[in-house]
């Protein structure tokens, strides 16, 4: 199993919101290179006026001309990418995604500070809870009066503006981020699936995001170990 390649169709309509309004209401804050597990990174710090959170660009290489650019959209989760929490597989997903973006040379993850899919962490616990009693993560959400996924893309959107890109091949399974991003003038030429292998904790959830939310994942029966995929083509 690897990354495949799908062509995504081009009908879009060309940065209809991304106003000039909105790319003023982002700005980079810092930045700094930074060596990681995965090699050497830039991390760009951008702030906002619209959710006083932090969110982060972290690029590979050159992308100067900004045009189909591998991109990552990595929406943050301290459960399992800090205490390795089985739950969920954010954490492999973003290991992943920077392994492929240092083996292409070039690309960016924004990391996203919209931990729970943007209804915060301490709901998401709450929510945890819900699973416990047998509730799954939409049936979840619904109780405690979230929809399914809160995420917005628009100020990612405008932080890919700010660096110059005007199309990417996007490293995902949700084709909310597809729609999310093109609406705001980002033109999504290539969608390169993630597939990371379940766990037993982890397949019930997966399952839900595949059958509930739309999440483009195969399944198959058995319970390899979590681990980085390796690309098998171009
Ligand atoms: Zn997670």
């Given at each position: 199993m690897g990354y495949i390649y799908i062509a995504h169709n081009a009908h879009m309509q060309k940065?209809?919101?991304?106003s000039q309004g909105l790319k003023n209401r982002v700005w980079i804050y810092s930045q700094t290179n930074l060596p990681t597990r995965f090699g050497q990174f830039k991390v760009i710090v951008f702030r906002n006026d619209f959710d006083d959170k932090e969110h982060l660009a972290i690029v590979k290489g050159?992308?100067?001309?900004?045009?189909n650019i591998p991109v990552r959209m990595h929406s943050e989760c301290l459960t399992s990418?800090?205490?390795?929490?089985?739950?969920?597989?954010c954490r492999e997903q973003l290991e992943t995604a920077l392994q492929y973006i240092a083996e292409k040379g070039r690309g960016i993850v924004?990391?996203?500070?919209?931990e729970g899919r943007g209804i915060g962490l301490g709901n998401k616990i709450r929510a945890y809870s819900l699973q416990e009693a047998g509730y799954d993560t939409v049936e979840a959400n619904h109780i405690l009066g979230f929809p399914d996924d809160l995420r917005q893309y628009d100020v990612a959107a405008a932080m890919l503006h700010h660096l110059g890109i005007s199309s990417v091949k996007l490293l995902t399974n949700n084709p909310k981020k597809i729609q999310g991003v093109e609406e705001f003038?980002?033109?999504?030429?290539e969608r390169v699936p993630i597939q990371i292998n379940h766990n037993p904790v982890n397949k019930f959830y997966l399952m839900t995001k595949a059958k509930k939310s739309g999440h483009m994942l195969e399944f198959e029966e058995k319970y390899p170990q979590l681990r980085l995929l390796k690309k098998v083509s171009n």
């Open positions: 940065g209809e919101k991304m050159n992308i100067g001309d900004g045009k990418e800090v205490l390795g929490s089985l739950k969920c597989d924004l990391y996203l500070r919209q003038g980002i033109e999504v030429v």
